[in-house]
């Protein structure tokens, strides 16, 4: 295992504000580690303000690239050479590539999702997903899934400061895509029984259920849920939150946290940096 950091060592960032928290250095540079790669994958602090220093460095420091998380998604578009499409249709990005001087924003979140239902088994393919939430995590699941050939996306939101997202993220859909995207307000709970009722595959990407809100659930009462649909929380921490339990409670069969998510958007990620596939469970073993 290449345990130093040489001369030749290759610097990946993820720059954002705050991040210290995050489990990213440790997912890349364990795997870094378990493949061998002279790479070295670090937190920056980086806020708004910064950002533009930040992704300079990325050009001055020959960066192989750099992860970017809040407040710099949106804002670090206009820094960049390209865009892939998954960020021309999110407009954000979660992941820079350096490819000599040429930095390409990609965002990887919403392939994440998608490819953490395939290694379970399932697949959005002519399916009805039900996402809630139309912020940082809901915008790329409802537009990645839609893009893999959802039949159907629909959007739940409360009358906040993200609604017109969710909006933008319907039309979006609907221009671009062979999918058709619905969008509803939260407070409306007879449309939101019946889209669970009548949906495959519902995603929370509110982040209600971790924090301050970990005792909280948008579904409250079992009988909205039906048995052969698929569940699946975008928060990892706790690793069971109130959603899954009121999902188990009604007996359905698939019921999932973010952390396979989270694992395999740092996967994509990684694939386009060093051009070879994270050791995915290994990884997920040091997580735990
Ligand atoms: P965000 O702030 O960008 O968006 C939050 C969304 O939830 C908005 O649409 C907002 O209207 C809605 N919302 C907020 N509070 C709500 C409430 N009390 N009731 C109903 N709706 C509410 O946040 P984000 O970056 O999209 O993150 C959302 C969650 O997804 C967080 O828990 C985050 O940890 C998780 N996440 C997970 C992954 C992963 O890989 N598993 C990736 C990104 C985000």
Redesign the pocket.
């Known amino acids: 295992m290449n345990n130093f950091i040489d001369g030749h060592t290759i610097l990946i960032g993820l720059m954002a504000y705050p991040i210290r928290h995050s489990m990213s250095p440790t997912m890349h540079n364990a795997a870094f580690q378990k493949l061998n790669l002279n790479f070295v994958y670090l937190a920056f602090d980086v806020d708004a303000p910064q950002l533009a220093d930040g992704v300079k460095a990325i050009r001055t420091l020959e960066m192989r690239g750099s992860n970017v998380s ?1 407040p710099n998604k949106q804002k670090i578009i206009q820094y960049l050479d390209k865009l892939d499409i998954t960020s021309e249709l999110n407009q954000a990005v979660n992941t820079v590539v350096n490819d000599n001087g040429v930095l390409t924003g990609y965002t990887t ?1 919403g392939v ?2 998608i490819n953490d239902l395939k290694k379970k088994g399932h697949s959005v393919k002519d399916q009805t997903v039900l996402v ?8 790329p699941i409802a537009i990645q899934s839609a893009l893999e050939g959802a039949k159907e996306i629909l959007i739940f ?2 009358h ?4 017109d ?2 909006q933008r993220n319907a039309e979006v859909i609907n221009q671009k895509t062979a999918s058709k995207a619905k969008v509803f307000d ?1 407070s409306d709970t007879d449309a939101f029984k019946t889209a669970l009722q009548t949906c495959d595959i519902y995603c929370d ?7 301050k ?1 970990a005792d ?1 659930s ?1 579904v409250e009462d079992p009988s909205w849920f039906k048995p052969d649909m698929v569940v699946f929380d ?4 706790p690793r069971t939150t109130k959603l899954m339990q009121v999902a188990q409670q009604a007996g359905v069969k698939f019921v999932y ?9 740092g996967a994509a990620a990684f694939k386009l940096w060093t051009g070879q596939d994270m050791p995915i469970e290994f990884v997920k073993q040091q997580l735990l």
């Open positions: 809040m979140d994440g999702f809630t939430g139309a912020g940082g995590a809901g915008t939101n409360q906040d400061e993200h609604w997202n969710a939260l990407a509110t982040g209600v259920g971790m924090g809100l909280m948008l975008t928060v990892y921490a946290n973010g952390l396979g998510m989270m694992v395999e958007q």
